[in-house]
């Protein structure tokens, strides 16, 4: 499915505009312990809301601190249908079970085209294995992953 450029520039701008809303008005808390940083990059597939099974999509999120400040995205991309992606907005980690889940907001849905924005959980442990992506707008996602935390 192609988009056209403007369609395109919409949905940056919506990305961007997202971002900087929650970082500039503080709305939206990042609840970390300090200096607490999340990356992960990884291969799986999506079901979308309509049923079709994507394969062949690449996940890529990280939470990170620089001088205070806290960021967190995360983002899906696929070779022939785009990307879709957005913030992290709250990061919940478990120390005794090395686990984690991100809450966040997916601002733009290229590969599923389901309407945006949406509340999504991406959820799994530190080190190799499984991260799930659940949208609110029925995406659901499984990614073999190798995520670092620390």
Known sequence: MEKSNGTKIAVIMVAFSLVVYSIYLNQVAIAIAEEFDLKSAGKGAISCDGGDLVKGVRINFFVTHDKGTSFAEWNIDHEELGSAGGIITKVKTSSSSN???????????????????????????????TVKLVSENGNKGTFASNVKCG
């Open 99 to 129: 686990s984690f889940v991100l809450k966040g907001v997916e601002a733009f849905d290229n590969i599923c085209d389901n309407q945006t924005p949406s509340d999504i959980d991406l959820s799994g442990h530190c080190g190799s294995g």
